[in-house]
């Protein structure tokens, strides 16, 4: 079992920086796959970004030079550093970890971005 819970979001206007954390009670270690994913209001949840075991970075498009996700073990985080914010990136932030035969997720976190 894992657990994840983010923490970071809020309230920031365009042009703004966010940092946000994905807290694991366990070893994030084994799992294959870190990653970010979104949800705005009516729209299904879609990959932001993602990062391997062995260090593969992968982006959406909209977000790229924008936003960086990184890792560290030995605390069992994983972040989402997100600049130049934009209102199109309002949503929902969910945590996610990719080990074989399942996914976890965390609860979310809420980002609204104001224009």
């Known amino acids: 079992q894992l657990q994840l819970v983010e923490s970071g979001g809020g309230l920031v206007q365009a042009g703004g920086s966010l940092r946000l954390s994905c807290a694991a009670s366990g070893s994030i270690f084994s799992a294959l796959v870190m990653g970010w994913y979104r949800q705005a209001p009516g729209k299904q949840r879609d990959l932001v970004a993602t990062?391997?075991?062995?260090?593969?970075?992968n982006y959406a498009d909209s977000v790229k030079g924008r936003f960086t996700i990184s890792r560290d073990n030995g605390k069992n985080t994983v972040y989402l550093q997100m600049n130049s914010l934009k209102p199109e990136d309002t949503a929902v932030y969910f945590c996610a970890a990719l080990v074989p035969g399942y996914t976890y997720w965390g609860q979310g976190t809420q980002v609204t971005v104001s224009s």
């Open positions: 990062m391997s075991r062995d260090g593969n970075l």
